[in-house]
Each structure stands twice: as C-alpha cells, then as structure tokens.
C-alpha cells in the first residue's frame, strides 16, 4: 500500500489549498482516510476523516473551513482548506485507519510522506 500526499505550497492567510492523496495498493472506498497535520515541536494532530462508509469528521480548529472528500474512480482523497491560518502551517499527512480511536496515530497502518502547507504573508 502507498499514500502520495501532493498540493501543499505558501499561501497567504485567509487562501485556500486543496490537497491529494493518491492510493495504490488498496481501494479508498474500502477504508477509512484520515489527515492529520504536524507542526514544528508538536505532536501529528488529527484535522479530518473520511469513513469508509461516508460519514466525515472534523477537528474543532478546522471545522467549517476544511472539507475532506473522495473520489473513487481516482482512488484518491481530497483536503479542500479555505480560510487558512497562519496556525495552520504544518505538514499534512493522509493515512489509512486500522483500528482504535481514530484521532490517536497509533491506529494507522499506512501513511503518505506528507506534504508541508505555509501560511503567511
């Protein structure tokens, strides 16, 4: 299984990014999809999901700015951020669920290299 994360770039606070995540190896359809985002000096933080079954969920700090979405025939998973902040700056990372609490990294058996998103000014 292989997870390329791909979008990331500067943008100014208040623009908008839209990430990949490009899957080999498995179908996104069949698993569940999460991106988290890790900071300089801080711990991989959970940002949104994507269930197999359809549901999605977010984290507070990116509720109603970020949308996650699939695209099965690409097999292929989507970060749309609008409004980003400054405190948004990290390297994003797509993974694929195991088992566990969603929002803990521990429960990941695959991950993408990341892919390093800078707002500023």
């Known amino acids: 299984v292989q997870l390329q994360a791909s979008g990331g770039g500067l943008v100014q606070p208040g623009g908008s990014l839209r990430l990949s995540c490009t899957v080999s190896?498995?179908?996104?359809?069949?698993?569940?999809m999460t991106w988290f985002r890790q900071a300089p000096e801080k711990e991989r933080e959970f940002v949104a999901i994507?269930?197999?079954?359809?549901?999605?969920y977010y984290s507070d700090s990116v509720k109603g700015r970020f949308t996650i979405s699939r695209d099965n025939a690409k097999n292929t998973v989507y970060l749309q951020m609008n409004d980003l902040e400054p405190e948004d700056t990290a390297v994003y990372y797509c993974?694929?669920?195991?088992?566990?609490?969603?929002?803990?990294?521990?429960?990941?058996?695959?991950w993408g290299q990341g892919t390093l998103v800078t707002v500023s000014s």
């Open positions: 190896g498995v179908t996104v359809s069949s698993r569940t």
């Open positions: 994507f269930v197999w079954a359809g549901n999605t």
């Open positions: 993974g694929t669920h195991l088992s566990g609490p969603y929002y803990e990294t521990a429960g990941y058996d695959n």
